[in-house]
Every structure is written in C-alpha cells, then in structure tokens.
C-alpha cells in the first residue's frame, strides 16, 4: 500500500473534519448569553417551553475550580430567560451516577451545600453593600438570603420574591428558577445589567463547579466585581447613533469631525453594525512592553468596533489580527447563530496610509464555528482578505478539536495563504492533548512554509515561519489535603524546529514549579535552556587575539553562529480575586550573548465600589562587555465610576528608553436615553517602542442614539 506523505495526511484530516461539520446535529448555541422570552415560564423543573431551546448555553459564569472533579462528568449546562417582570435560570445538572444524587426537602432558608444544589449570587448594584443569593436541590429545598459585599454578615431573613422547582432526571436532575426582577432592583423597568456568580454543589465527591466568589458558596476572601449578565436583548431593527468630534492640537489647530454608528438586529440572535469615519482617535494607547526577542509582540485590540467580534479568531495559527488594520473610512460587520453555528464577517476600507507610502486598502474576514457540549468536537474555518491596488493577499484555514476518547483530544489546522508567494505557502499543525484533573500532555507537529507568514502577516499574525516544529508538554499537579501548601505543579515544555531545508534553528527547554499556599499566594520557579541559530543578529563583533610567533596581536572579525540562551525566573503572586491581585517578579540570565536582569512589579486593586486601580512597574538591565543599558516602563490606570451616567478613566504610561510619555484622560457622562458627551486629554501617540510626537490634544465628542 502507497503511505500518504504527512501534507496529504494533514489535508485528509480536515476534509473529513468538514464533512463531520456539516453532518453534525445542531444543538443551540449562541454568543448572547441572556435571551429575552414574551412568554411567562411555567415553572415545573422541566426545560420544556420551546424558548429553552433557543437559549445559549451560558457556562461562562461556571468555571472551573481548582480543586473539582472532572468538570466534564458533572456538565452543568445553564439557560437564563428574561422578561419584563422576571429573570429565569434553568440549570440541566449531567450526572453519571443520577441514582447516588443527595437531596432532602426538610429544610427551607438553611444551607444546602451538603445536597446537590445549584446557588446563584446576584450583585443588583443598586444595593453597594449585598448581594442576593438563591439556592435550590433535585427535590425542591430552598434558600435565600442577603449577604454582605465584604462577606462577613449572611441575613437568611431576607425573603425574595422567587419560585424554584428541582427534579431528577434520566441524566441526572434539573431545575428552573424565576426570580421577580422587582425584589433586585428599585426601578426593574431601567435596570439593564446585573453581576452574576453561579455554583453547583457535587457533596458526594467533594466537588464544587463556580465563577467568582462561590467556593464554595460565600468565600469571600475571593471577592470580585462580579461577571456582568446584560438584560437588554438586542433591539430588533435600527438604531443609528451619529457623533461629531473637535479635535483641538498643541499650537491651537483645530480639526473638527463627524461619523456615524448604526447597528441593525436580524433577531435577538443575528445582527450587524455600519460605521463611517468611527471614532479612533480617542481610544487608550497600546502599552508598552519589554521585548527580548527578535520577533513581533502580539498586542491586544482597544478599538471598540473590533472588540465586538468573535473570539475564535484566536487559533494556534493566527490568520487574523484586527491589529493590521488602520484608521478606517467605513466597515460593516455581522455575527449571528444559526442551531450550533455560529458565524461572523467584516469588511473595512482603511484610510490611506502617507506615513508609510500605502493606498487605502480594503480588508474582509469571514468565520464559522460548529460548537456543542464540553466534551463534544469543535470545527471551524476562517478566511481573511486584504485588497489593495487591485492586488489580493490573504489566508484560509480550518480548524477542528475532536474528541477521541475520555480525556483524549485531537486538534487540528490546516491553511494556504495566496499573494506575492505562491510557493512554500502552506501551513498545519496535529497533535493530540490528554487532560485530566492532576495531568495535562500535549504532542504538536507544527509546519509553516518558507513564505506562508509573507503573505498571512497582511490580514494574521505570523511572527515566525520557515519551520517545521514540534512542541511538546507535561503538566501534573501533585494536591495536598494538610499544611500551608494546597497544590504543587510541575511545569515542562520542550519544543524544537528546523528550516524547511533541515537546518536545525532553535530549541528550548521549560522546567519549572509552581508553589500554591492556602493562604492564596502564589510561588513560582522557572528555567529556561534555549539554543537559537544567529539569523537576525548579523553584525560582526570586534574580538582581541592574542599574538604568537606566526602573527602579532590584532583585532579582528567575528561572526558569532548561534546563541546559546538561559535565565531564570522567580515570581510570588498574592490572587485574592481580579481586583485584589499584587505580584512580583525577578528574571536574571544570558540573552543573545548578554546578560540582564528584569524586576516587575504588578497590581490590580479595588479600592471601594466604585474606585479601580492597576499598576505595571517594569526594570530591565541589559550589559555586556562593550556597553551597558536600562529602561523603566510604568503603567498607570485608574477607573472611577462615579454613578450610573458618570465614568472618569486615566491612563498613564512612560518608557525611560525612548523617553516616551502618553498621558490620556477621559471624562464619559450619559445623557440617557439620547446619547453621550466625552472629553479627553491625550499627550503622546505612537506604537509601542517608538516615542511618536509628545504633543497636547483635546478631543471634544458628542454622539446621539435614535
């Protein structure tokens, strides 16, 4: 029998990864995570009004713990409603031991975290010092209650208007909840988000499944601001929200501007958005980063028509980034679901760009997923466009995260880019990953033609192509049930690449622990090895040799070959929640034939309910014989929510290196329900690594919804 070459294997595995796609029975599955329903519920236990069907499945507010049992025996699939009057919650609990389910109906308004039982905490934000909580098992027990935001007090007296009914099922047991929106909130009709933590209770096995504060229920030491769920559907039909701007630079030049934003919903679960001339000016600047690599930093995405997206752009091979794309003229996007599809596109006409020399050029993306449960396959593809002077460059690839047995995955992708190469333009990488509680392994073959990252770096992100790699990772977390320690984790990465000629040009060797206190601090130890062929570095170094009889002293030439790369970083982390973060780090070692030393220090704090505040402080020494140097970078931001309507933002970054400073203020206030008036003070633009001009601008912004 003729053996397929690993290209032809790879193409083989996707296209049958498509036919399984399209195959595939459609489960529901969308991106909103609250769908509005015009029908009151009739609350039984069973999931049975059509609408349930509809609802996304709205686990993002389940994450996992560090101390659960496998999360995918316990799915815990959720759906919340809402309407005018009340929100709705409905929980199918998977259970693969249904007959083993603890419950009892004794007690009402106790704590029935020794049953199985879901617990929803609500923060209603109109009370600053409690929040709300529900609680419900298989068999019809209840308890609420109100406790306060620094976890001390639990009032049980407190009676909620709610309804809840439990019952076991073939697969393990569900629930409905409908809670009044009038006991949440002191005017229901403008209430339009609330924060939201759910948790399930597992007793039999020691398992609790949460997000934010319940860990179990009503551990605040882990206190955060919690996820916010919107109940505000999307409105079907237009609205188209105008703004005018004046631009008021250093020297008094004024430039005065105008756009609009319009969005129109297909459904509660389609829609699209138009912008012309949008607002980027404005947006907070990039932040600044230390960079001891040759290649591109990725950078997250501030602008807010591109945030909107979906998330699944973001595969191991990356074949698009909004980041390539500049100010616009216009762009329309849309995203939607369809069952258990879901799909997005844009198209964008960028500005020309005379700094750089470039026309205006038009960007268009298209993506579609197929997603189901957790422990159901994922597929997916992407294509990305750049149009530019009648010239197309570009990329599209599929994606597929197959399960093959309990535990077991194989993920998979595979692309072609087309433009100004046409030859060593491919690209794929295959590999299976095993997960369990205490255990994580991966193998991943990863191949990126000589001129692939060319062409995809016009839409994606390729930092580095010419290899043909294997990455590869074990991961085991070793519990501890006595003393301060609460988890110790061994951290191993190797990974290894050749050029597509079989030179071999890196390897690298990751070995580290991971130190978890009970008291939530955190202590981390890593070693780095790296071998790197001298491909970016080719200046000649001046070198002394010594004389002997043949020849005098002298000083000569040298091209250094390869480098061979070490350090070491130590790193203590204080994780009480996302607002109550402090950590410290140290990395010291030889970087392309340098030695350095980097001191970071960060922080995130919530300093009252309205007051937040993140700090970045980062010092890098770098030396060898012939020179020394050092930056500092400091990143400052504070956000004050003064009230419902009123938002002030300060931004502060400077880097010693470049001598660069941004400084942004900004000042949002809501003339609801018309519109928005924002100021903001910037001094300072530019990319990161590059100080730009240091110039004062203000901008003056005014926008109106219809």
């Known amino acids: 029998m003729k053996k397929l070459s690993l290209k032809k294997s790879a193409v083989l595995f996707f296209c049958l990864s498509l036919l399984r796609l ?9 991106e909103n995570l609250a769908l509005k329903t015009d029908k009151p519920i009739d609350i039984d236990g069973i999931l049975s009004e059509p609408v349930w069907g509809k609802a996304p499945d709205a686990g993002i507010f389940f994450q996992q713990g560090p101390s659960e049992e496998d999360f995918d025996r316990f799915n815990t699939e959720v759906k919340i409603l809402y309407d005018d009057s009340h929100v709705y919650f409905g929980f199918l609990s998977h259970d693969p031991e249904p007959d083993k389910i603890l419950g009892d109906t004794i007690r009402i308004d106790g704590d029935l975290r020794d049953t199985d039982s879901m617990y929803i905490l609500i923060d209603a934000f109109d009370d600053p010092a409690s929040f709300f909580f529900f609680s419900i098992n298989f068999l019809g027990a209840k308890s609420d209650g109100k406790i306060s935001k620094d976890g001390q007090t639990a009032d049980y007296e407190w009676d909620g208007d709610w309804e809840a009914v439990g019952r076991r099922t073939d697969f393990g047991w569900s629930a409905e909840v409908a809670v009044e929106r009038g006991c949440l909130f002191e005017d229901p009709a403008e209430s339009e988000t609330l924060g939201l933590s759910l948790a399930r209770i597992v007793p039999r096995v020691g398992s609790t499944f949460y997000s934010g504060p319940l860990d179990p229920p009503f551990d605040f030491a882990q206190i955060a601001p919690l996820q916010e769920l919107s109940l505000v559907g999307l409105e079907l039909g237009a609205s188209i929200s105008p703004h005018v701007i004046t631009r008021i630079e250093s020297g008094g030049e004024t430039e005065p501007g105008a756009g609009i934003d319009a969005r129109y919903a297909f459904s509660q679960q389609t829609g699209g958005r138009l912008v012309v001339y949008p607002d980027f000016a404005t947006v907070e600047p990039d932040e600044e980063r230390i960079n001891l690599t040759p290649f591109e930093l990725y950078l997250p995405e501030k602008r807010d028509f591109f945030q909107d997206g979906p998330d699944y752009y973001n595969r191991p091979i990356e074949l698009f980034y909004t980041k390539r794309i500049g100010d616009l003229y216009g762009g329309a996007r849309f995203q939607g679901a369809a069952g258990s ?9 960028t500005k020309k760009q005379e700094d750089f020399g470039e026309s205006s050029a038009n960007f268009s993306v298209f993506s579609l997923e197929k997603k189901g449960s957790p422990s159901s396959a994922i597929f997916g593809l992407t294509a ?13 690839g599929v994606y597929s995260d197959i399960p093959i047995m309990r535990n077991l995955r194989l993920s998979g992708q595979f692309a072609v880019s087309y433009g100004d190469h046409n030859k060593g333009n491919l690209a794929f ?42 990455d590869s990772a074990i991961h085991i977390t070793f519990p501890l049930k006595h003393g301060l320690l609460s988890q110790i984790k061994y951290l191993s990465n190797y990974n290894i690449y050749w050029g597509m000629d079989g030179t071999l040009r890196s390897w690298r060797i990751d070995q580290g622990f991971d130190f978890i206190l009970r008291s939530k601090f955190n202590l981390s130890a890593t070693y780095t090895q790296e071998y790197v062929l001298n491909e970016y570095f080719l200046e000649p ?70 007051l937040f505040t993140e700090w970045n402080f980062c010092f890098l020494k770098y030396e060898d014989e012939r020179f020394f140097k050092s930056t500092t970078i400091h990143i400052l931001k504070f956000i004050y929510n003064v009230n419902r309507n009123l938002t002030w933002k300060l931004f502060f970054q400077s880097n010693k290196a470049i001598k660069k400073i941004n400084f942004h203020v900004m000042c949002l206030y809501n003339l609801r329900p018309v519109g928005t008036i924002q100021f903001v003070y910037q001094k300072g633009t530019a990319a990161p690594g590059v100080k730009g001009t240091q110039d004062h601008t203000l901008f003056v912004k005014l926008s109106r919804k219809f």
């Open 429 to 470: 990488f295959l590999g299976p990953s095993y997960d369990t509680k205490t255990f994580h392994m991966h193998l991943h073959y990863i191949h990126l033609g000589e001129n692939f990252g060319d062409n995809v770096n016009q839409v994606g992100f390729i930092p580095d192509d010419n290899r043909r790699e294997l």
């Open 541 to 610: 170094e001046l070198i002394f040799l010594p004389g002997d009889s043949t020849k005098p002293a002298r000083w000569a030439k040298k091209y250094i070959k390869d480098f061979r790369n070490d350090r070491v970083k130590l790193q203590s982390l204080y994780w009480a929640s996302t607002w109550n973060t402090f950590g410290l780090s140290v990395t010291a070692g030889r970087n392309f034939k340098s030695f350095f030393q980097v001191y970071e220090i960060f922080e995130k704090l919530k300093i009252t309910e309205k």
């Open 22 to 30: 399209v195959l595939a029975d459609q489960t529901g599955m969308t």
């Open 384 to 396: 990305a466009n750049k149009l530019i002077e009648s010239q197309n460059t570009g990329t599209a």
């Open 341 to 349: 599809f879901v799909f997005s596109g844009m198209s964008a006409q």
